[in-house]
């Protein structure tokens, strides 16, 4: 019965995001997978491809507290944590909040300001708090951060290190919609705006209640073993410099088991692992320059990895 409810809800929420984004559902589900997990999410792909409005829609159908931050260069790491200000009549010091300080936070485009103000959100990522002048302050839950950035090709952006990039959970593509789907993304955008229509249909209980339910998703002995076997392949691999860590084999795992709660099961089969290995590892594999002379990618040598290491059997 539990799995059942769980179905319908993430069902709903994907339902009412599909009013406004045409023809993604796949980039949809992956976002709920993350929110469900209680991770952040990476949206990468070139201007105009509806990035920011997944992520709006999002926010429209969860009854959370929401904040766009704008990046750009002259953002300050200050203005994502918040800062303290002492008001000399009083002799006090006050705490302002900064735009952190929400349940689900659009970073828009993230690679357009500097790395000082990127990594101001290292610590709100992993902790979930941040600090400001040696005082902790939390942040409210359920917490996601949905960060959009455009290709590191395009003039004007600062690529994510990858100690930022390892804190993403799963990282998402948009691409170009189909000829049909365009004329129906054109035909939604007529008159008002799709965005302002959309109501929620889920609470902030209901989305913590789906983060306690992943805990009971049973995942076998095999299936990690499974996982550390796709980790070990890409270590070993001769065009990879920095493989898959055991973080990142961790969010491979967690990934898997939302998947599994979303379609309605308490285990995790190795297709799950299958479904999320690009989505999750494909952001934290650096190659090395052999890599790019024999036309290789994260994306193959990831689909080399599921080909060669053998699928386990199913022991619940």
Same mark, same amino acid.
């Given at each position: 019965?539990? +799995?059942?409810?769980?179905?319908?809800?993430?069902?709903?929420?994907?339902?009412?995001? +599909?009013?406004?984004?045409? /023809?993604?559902?796949?980039?949809?589900?992956?976002? $709920? $997978?993350?929110?469900?997990?209680?991770?952040?999410? !990476?949206?990468?792909?070139?201007?105009?491809? /509806?990035?920011?409005?997944?992520? *709006?829609?999002?926010?429209?159908?969860?009854?959370?507290?929401?904040?766009?931050?704008?990046?750009?260069?002259?953002?300050?790491?200050?203005?994502?944590? /918040?800062?303290?200000?002492?008001?000399?009549?009083?002799?006090?010091?006050?705490?302002?909040?900064?735009?952190?300080?929400?349940?689900?936070?659009? #970073?828009?485009?993230?690679?357009?300001?500097?790395?000082?103000?990127?990594?101001?959100?290292? =610590?709100?990522?992993?902790?979930?708090?941040?600090?400001?002048?040696?005082?902790?302050?939390?942040?409210?839950?359920?917490?996601?951060?949905?960060?959009?950035?455009?290709?590191?090709?395009?003039? /004007?952006?600062?690529?994510?290190?990858?100690?930022?990039?390892?804190?993403?959970?799963?990282?998402? *593509?948009?691409? &170009? @919609? *189909?000829? #049909?789907?365009?004329?129906?993304?054109?035909?939604?955008?007529?008159?008002?705006? @799709?965005?302002? =229509?959309?109501?929620?249909?889920?609470?902030?209980?209901?989305?913590?209640? !789906?983060?306690?339910?992943?805990?009971?998703?049973?995942?076998?002995?095999?299936?990690?073993?499974?996982?550390?076997?796709?980790?070990?392949?890409?270590?070993? %691999?001769?065009?990879?410099?920095?493989? $898959?860590?055991?973080?990142?084999? $961790?969010?491979?795992?967690?990934?898997?088991?939302? !998947?599994?709660?979303?379609?309605?099961?308490?285990?995790?089969?190795?297709?799950?692992?299958?479904?999320?290995?690009?989505?999750?590892?494909?952001?934290?594999?650096?190659?090395?320059? %052999? #890599? &790019?002379?024999?036309?290789?990618?994260?994306?193959?040598?990831?689909?080399?990895?599921?080909?060669?290491?053998?699928?386990?059997?199913?022991?619940?």
């Amino acid at each position: 019965m539990t +799995e059942n409810i769980n179905t319908e809800l993430t069902n709903k929420i994907r339902d009412n995001i +599909e009013t406004v984004i045409v /023809g993604k559902r796949q980039s949809i589900e992956l976002l $709920i $997978i993350c929110l469900i997990c209680g991770g952040h999410a !990476l949206i990468e792909d070139v201007p105009g491809l /509806g990035k920011t409005s997944m992520v *709006s829609a999002l926010a429209s159908s969860l009854d959370l507290t929401f904040q766009r931050i704008q990046f750009t260069p002259d953002v300050l790491p200050s203005d994502i944590t /918040g800062f303290t200000m002492y008001h000399a009549t009083t002799g006090e010091k006050e705490f302002y909040h900064g735009a952190v300080m929400s349940q689900i936070i659009l #970073a828009d485009e993230i690679n357009r300001t500097s790395p000082k103000t990127q990594s101001a959100l290292l =610590q709100a990522m992993q902790e979930k708090q941040v600090t400001v002048d040696s005082i902790t302050h939390e942040l409210p839950q359920p917490f996601m951060v949905c960060a959009t950035q455009n290709p590191v090709e395009l003039t /004007g952006t600062y690529p994510l290190p990858e100690a930022q990039l390892d804190r993403f959970l799963i990282k998402i *593509s948009m691409g &170009y @919609p *189909s000829r #049909a789907d365009e004329v129906s993304i054109l035909e939604k955008n007529r008159g008002e705006q @799709p965005l302002l =229509q959309l109501k929620p249909v889920a609470s902030s209980d209901d989305i913590l209640k !789906l983060q306690r339910d992943i805990e009971t998703v049973k995942c076998a002995k095999s299936i990690l073993t499974y996982i550390v076997e796709l980790a070990e392949f890409t270590r070993n %691999h001769v065009d990879v410099s920095l493989g $898959i860590s055991p973080r990142a084999s $961790i969010a491979l795992m967690r990934a898997s088991m939302g !998947l599994a709660l979303m379609e309605g099961r308490d285990f995790v089969l190795p297709d799950d692992v299958q479904k999320m290995v690009k989505p999750v590892l494909s952001h934290r594999i650096v190659l090395n320059p %052999h #890599a &790019y002379v024999r036309n290789q990618s994260p994306d193959s040598i990831l689909d080399s990895a599921v080909q060669s290491v053998p699928v386990p059997g199913i022991n619940r």
